[in-house]
């Protein structure tokens, strides 16, 4: 008997250190899950790049008459002195412009001797405006639509849903062309006129989001309790959907700004104002790309970090904000 025990005691021993390392590899486990939940829900660093482009960009767009920049419209006309063939003399002769980037002009000007990168940042004034009212519009408009549609549902669900696919189905770029022929081109045309083209998207996003939110134990029990169906639609409702929808709005603001560089180059951009649109068209030409490349690049360049931003802004915001994620672990 006395075997018996000290092998029994021995099993139980031996189960026990098996139990423990377990739970040892169980807890060092756990750091590592934490650690890569804190690490997927953390914005990061191309966040906050992309973050002071855009502030940066705004910056200077807003407050650039009083900042000490060129002035956009100013012909900044450089002089030569050449020996006049005739009377053997030296004279100050002015040189065709566009200008290389110098210490003058750090990007260098265009055809007209223009500074190009006053005229890019008047640029991102307009560019910008263009897309935060389109965005705005399209929020207001679309994300009123839809969520009163995702809440009460019924024929009005029916009605909107039907506005939104007409939306959709038509083209987008001739729907913008007609407007602003038959209208004028002012910025106020031209936003709202982008900004019907993002009134279904937006909508549909908001529609769908109520509908989801609609059903939670928050709004039945503001039901229940007699509230409003206006103040469960304001209080309850769209702190919930209008993160969805600024994601979404970014994207907005993004394409916005590339349909007006594509109306630009139809003649059909802002008028009387300089945009990146049409700063890219002034430099489009065959005999400038291979002479003066950075008259279109550096505007284009504008462009493109701006809407990269927006972009990448709007994605990662939206895994941020994604509360399905606290349920996915890496095997």
Same mark, same amino acid.
């Given at each position: 008997?006395?075997?018996? =025990? ?74 030569? =002195? ?8 030296? =004279? ?178 802002? =008028? ?60």
């Amino acid at each position: 008997m006395n075997d018996e =025990q000290a092998t029994d005691m021995d099993n139980i021993n031996t189960i026990d250190s098996e139990t423990a390392e377990v739970q040892e590899e169980t807890n060092d486990s756990n750091p590592l899950e934490v650690s890569e939940f804190a690490d997927k829900k953390t914005l990061g660093f191309g966040f906050w790049l992309a973050a002071f482009w855009l502030v940066l960009i705004s910056f200077l767009a807003v407050f650039s008459p009083m900042l000490p920049f060129k002035d956009s419209e100013k012909n900044y006309i450089a002089f030569e =002195q050449k020996e006049n063939p005739i009377t053997g003399k030296m =004279q100050e002769r002015p040189i065709q412009p566009p200008y290389a980037p110098s210490s003058e002009h750090w990007l260098g000007t265009d055809q007209d001797a223009r500074d190009i990168l006053s005229r890019s940042i008047e640029g991102a004034r307009i560019s910008l405006a263009v897309g935060a009212l389109t965005a705005l519009f399209g929020m207001v408009v679309g994300g009123t639509l839809g969520m009163i549609a995702g809440y009460f549902k019924g024929v009005l669900d029916k009605v909107v849903g039907a506005i939104f696919l007409v939306v959709l189905s038509f083209p987008g770029l001739i729907l913008a062309i007609l407007i602003v022929a038959l209208l004028d081109r002012s910025l106020l045309t031209i936003s709202v006129t982008l900004g019907i083209l993002g009134v279904a998207p937006i909508g549909r996003l908001a529609r769908a989001q109520t509908l989801s939110f609609s059903e939670r134990e928050f709004v039945m029990a503001a039901e229940t309790l007699g509230s409003k169906k206006s103040r469960i639609l304001i209080k309850e409702l769209l702190p919930n959907v209008l993160i969805p929808m600024s994601t979404l709005a970014m994207l907005v603001i993004a394409v916005a700004i590339v349909g007006e560089g594509t109306l630009a180059f139809l003649g059909l951009s802002v =008028q009387g104002s300089a945009t990146w649109g049409k700063l890219i068209l002034t430099g489009s030409g065959l005999n400038t790309l291979e002479s003066s490349p950075w008259v279109a690049f550096v505007p284009m360049g504008f462009l493109f970090l701006t809407v990269a931003s927006f972009n990448y802004l709007s994605d990662r915001i939206r895994d941020y904000f994604d509360v399905r994620d606290i349920f996915v672990t890496r095997d």
